[in-house]
């Protein structure tokens, strides 16, 4: 079943040697989220069958790839990310054949296939870690996770004083066969997430056969979830610590889970299979580090093609810290020749439209609405400014409709695990996993025949992708003229740099090669000299005479 679209031109990136100039320099890259895209079967779950029958309106917003969160056999305990199968689709989103079906659709419709990876930690259910329990201790299947005896007098206490990210110990105590308290083994998520050992050959080996296996599916690429886990420190220290649930630790207090510099050996090997194959496969990490100079290092020449720009995600809406987090990144990734990445929403984080409406200062899960009017303004502006960049662009479902987070979920419904825990993440993310709506009326708004498994407000039709499309000035409208725009001006996607004009205070102005982007930040209008032909614009603007009064919270386009 190997296939792939042809290769694009290629040739060397801005002084990188080793650095093909590739499809993924410039590329907007969708996510889908399975379970909330489009349900094929009217089962209330969105499934492969649903993406595949929706990929010609990615193909129409304009998109270069579209990423798909987990869709493997797993018992669902983490939405997925407990994988008890890596070479099987889990039932509820269809079969492999359904897979297939899905990549050379999207092929024929010129759409490249990104899937997950979980390396950190399987399911509870996985063979191998079954099989471990049930051979009890001394079984050579443990040593491929993370077993330890506990301390006390009776191996009572966790090995050590890792916290889960889940919250409470990243520990939990075994039952042996014989009925008696076992070993301990390790879990940076959930107890039914259980860590791999990245020691031992036989995960190393196990995962180049999954990379291969997918490849010849024909895959393009990998994101590869919790890239900076896989890891720990030798000998597992302590902490001595009380504050670690988080996925970002500081600059000087590295975790010893996290980032550790061992990664990169297995993230090399990984890239000698992806230039094994034609059409010019990738890898994408989802690398929390303390620094975008620690990011950089996972898209080294030799290891992966993309990392997540996370300090971009979480930057507050105000021009200084844009400025400042863009020549960040930009400088972080151009001595190792990698394309900067740009995101605002994804699976894991309250959407943009939310958290601009919101206050800064509140993290990336928010459960207030905050100011909806304003939160959509200052999205359709971050969006534009974020498309304007070097680099590339990566769009979350839903975001091109102005989808907000639903914040008002009642408790029965969440399904986030880390909401029923104590203690750990905030477990809010089901606010921004509600399906997407496609039609003004019906059945969960044209998801599928059956509702939705998460429930939909009541104006989500108004947002839905019959409403807004072919309406002037809707944010789907947009999306599609920004990402046309984008693809069609020779300034605009690859490249490294970018120039900064004189602005006013709280304005942004950047130029690229026969273009120029103004960003006003600010609550007020403020008037600017006209610095080119009007191309897009996030809100209506007028332009009189040489000069322009730029609305409050609005990018504009220009061509020079």
């Not at 049930?134 to 004083?161: C, I, M, Q, T, V």
Request: glycine share 10%.
């Amino acid at each position: 079943m190997t296939q792939h679209l042809a290769a694009p031109s290629t040739g060397t990136s801005d002084g990188a040697p080793g650095h093909r100039t590739g499809w993924w320099q410039d590329a907007v890259i969708y996510q889908v989220y399975p379970r909330s895209f489009a349900d094929g079967n009217g089962d209330g779950m969105g499934d492969l069958a649903g993406v595949t029958a929706r990929l010609p309106y990615l193909r129409d917003l304009g998109v270069d790839a579209v990423w798909l969160s987990p869709f493997y056999a797993s018992p669902q305990a983490d939405a997925g990310y407990d994988v008890a199968d890596y070479r099987a689709i889990d039932p509820m989103f269809g079969t492999l054949l359904d897979a297939d079906a899905l990549i050379r659709e999207a092929h024929g419709l010129g759409l490249r296939i990104i899937v997950d990876l979980v390396p950190n930690h399987s399911s509870d259910q996985h063979e191998w870690f079954k099989r471990a329990l049930a051979e009890g201790p001394g079984s050579a299947l443990r040593e491929r996770y993370h077993f330890r005896p506990g301390k006390g007098a009776d191996g009572e206490l966790p090995p050590n004083d890792w916290e889960s990210i889940f919250g409470g110990p990243a520990w939990t105590r075994t039952t042996d066969p014989d009925g008696t308290p076992g070993e301990w083994y390790l879990h940076l998520f959930a107890p039914e997430q259980p860590d791999f050992n990245w020691e031992h050959p036989a995960v190393a080996d196990e995962f180049r056969s999954i990379l291969r296996f997918w490849l010849d599916m024909g895959v393009d690429g990998f994101r590869v979830d919790v890239a900076h886990g896989l890891v720990k420190a030798e000998g597992l220290p302590d902490l001595g610590s009380h504050d670690q649930l988080k996925l970002l630790g500081s600059a000087d207090d590295g975790l010893p889970f996290f980032d550790q510099d061992g990664v990169h050996a297995i993230y090399r090997s990984w890239r000698t299979i992806l230039d094994e194959y034609p059409g010019e496969r990738i890898a994408v990490a989802e690398a929390w580090t303390p620094t975008v100079e620690r990011t950089a290092n996972y898209v080294r020449p030799d290891e992966m093609h993309q990392a997540f720009n996370f300090q971009y995600l979480s930057t507050a809406w105000d021009a200084t810290e844009l400025r400042a987090v863009i020549d960040s990144s930009l400088d972080a990734m151009r001595p190792v020749g990698a394309p900067t990445t740009w995101v605002l929403s994804n699976h894991d984080v309250t959407r943009h439209t939310t958290r601009f409406a919101n206050p800064p200062g509140l993290g990336t899960q928010i459960r207030t609405p905050g100011d909806r009017e304003l939160g959509l303004r200052r999205a359709r502006a971050a969006t534009l400014l974020m498309l304007a960049l070097p680099g590339s662009a990566y769009v979350y479902q839903g975001e091109e409709l102005g989808l907000p987070d639903v914040t008002d979920l009642p408790d029965e419904v969440r399904q986030d695990p880390s909401f029923f825990r104590a203690e750990g993440q905030d477990g809010f993310r089901d606010g921004c996993r509600v399906p997407i709506p496609w039609t003004r009326e019906g059945s969960s708004y044209g998801f599928g025949t059956g509702g939705s498994w998460l429930p939909q407000p009541d104006s989500w039709g108004a947002l839905s992708v019959e409403a807004q499309t072919g309406a002037e000035g809707s944010t789907l409208e947009l999306y599609r003229a920004a990402i046309a725009a984008r693809r069609e001006h020779p300034g605009l996607g690859a490249g490294t740099d970018v120039e900064w004009l004189d602005a006013p205070e709280g304005v942004l102005a950047l130029g690229r090669p026969g273009f120029v982007c103004t960003v006003n930040t600010t609550g007020a209008p403020v008037r600017v000299t006209v610095p080119g032909t009007l191309l897009l614009a996030s809100a209506p603007v007028t332009v009189e005479g040489d000069t322009v009064e730029l609305p409050a919270d609005t990018t504009v386009w220009w061509t020079v």
